[in-house]
């Protein structure tokens, strides 16, 4: 008798947990960058996005949709009129909360303004601050309901900001450790909800950061890395999922949510592309899309040249350090691959090409250097006379970067020689060789 009653206990007490269990959908993109119109290959496309976010979305009142940032900068509309645009458009993507990307503030903070005021949705950073130290947005969270669940959802920049755009547009904008930034509201989100998620546009020793000092933070939506991760990842009490750049795939979590315990009890994720193939654009963004696409394509939709073979971004790399030699008659050439946003499609070259594959405004710079101060990043093995002087060209970033190992990886190199924009560089290259392979 005693051990029917014990077992009939149990059962109740597993079947009351499990009706006091709610659902949680989080449908997530990252590091969309403008990519207004679907690659070469077919895959991404906002039109065909919002697509894909609206049928996730249809009939789910648990579901939630988030960006982690970086929507503008990597297409000849972004890089045109500053990215609003983007902004306008992506209004259409139904987000229900966003935090900002490093790229958000490559055209200057006061253009970030425009966007905040811009969006329907609100865009949260727990971790940026002026240079008073005072945060730099409104609100570092926000608070949803969705199944009746409270989410807060907070923001959070990578702390390598400083290291990834000029100086010129920053400011005296920085990003805060990320752990220490969130902690400060932890008490009060964990007070106001049910789950905490980070939208976080970090690096991958930010999300270390977080894995070990936030797992009061249930869930980590990731960005900023560009690569997506193989399966959902799970360590103690988090879950983290990041889905491919470039608007080629959204993510989707599921998760089984305990509001008594405020505890996540089960997760699953799934990735769905995003291609011309697997949806029908959505008309009202593919009309927005085309509009703003007529402003810029008579300059983008020009050929200039042609490409023999696909060329990968170390093929570019090597390309684009050859060009940077001949049309500024300098000894050597430094490209980063951090610069290089696109690959070159096979065959006829548009000068909208150039510009996927440097939507940045950034100048060619040149300085004089003896071969004693030439850094191995450079030099590549090549045998150079330490007293010789040669000259060196690469772009103002990696200049003013020249510390990261990313880029040069040594410090005090002045360039004080200045050339055109990077790209124009590229366009004149690429018309007066005509062929590249």
Known sequence: MTLRFLAALLLSGVLFAAENLKPLSIIHTNDLHARLLPMDDGRGGFAYLATAIRKEKEGCGHCLVLNCGDLVQGTPVSSVYKGIPIFEIANRLGFDAATLGNHEFDYGWEVTRKYIQIARYPIVSANLVDGEGKLLLDKPYVVLTAGGLRVAVVGAMTTELYRVLLPSVLGKIR??????????????????????????????????????????????????????????????????????????????????????????????????????????????????????????????????????????????????????????????????????????????????????????????????????RLPPTVTQGQPVDPHKEYTLATNEFAAANQSSPRELNTSGLDFPIVGPLQRDLLIEWVKKVKVVE
């Open 175 to 372: 990003a805060t450790p990320v752990s220490d930034a969130v902690k400060r509201y932890l008490p009060e989100m964990r007070a106001k909800s049910d789950v905490v998620v980070l939208l976080g546009h970090l690096s991958p020793e930010d999300e270390e950061d977080v894995r070990k000092n936030l797992q009061d933070v249930q869930v980590l939506i990731g960005g900023h890395i560009h690569v997506g991760l193989k399966e959902l990842s799970h360590a103690g009490q988090q879950w983290q999922a990041r889905v491919q750049a470039n608007s080629v795939e959204i993510g989707r979590l599921d998760l089984q949510i305990d509001p008594a315990r405020k505890r996540v009890v089960s997760a699953a994720w799934k990735k769905i592309p995003v291609t011309s193939t697997a949806q029908e654009p959505a008309p009202d963004v593919a009309k927005h899309v085309a509009e703003w696409e007529a402003k810029v394509t008579a300059m983008m939709d020009v050929p200039i040249g042609e490409a023999k073979r696909t060329l990968q971004k170390a093929d570019l790399k090597r390309m684009i350090e050859r060009a940077l030699r001949e049309q500024m008659g300098a000894d050597f050439a430094f490209m980063g691959f951090g610069g290089i946003r696109d690959v070159l499609p096979q065959g006829t070259i548009l000068v909208r090409h150039i510009w996927n594959i440097f939507p940045f405004d950034n100048v060619v710079v040149m300085g004089k250097f003896s071969g004693a």
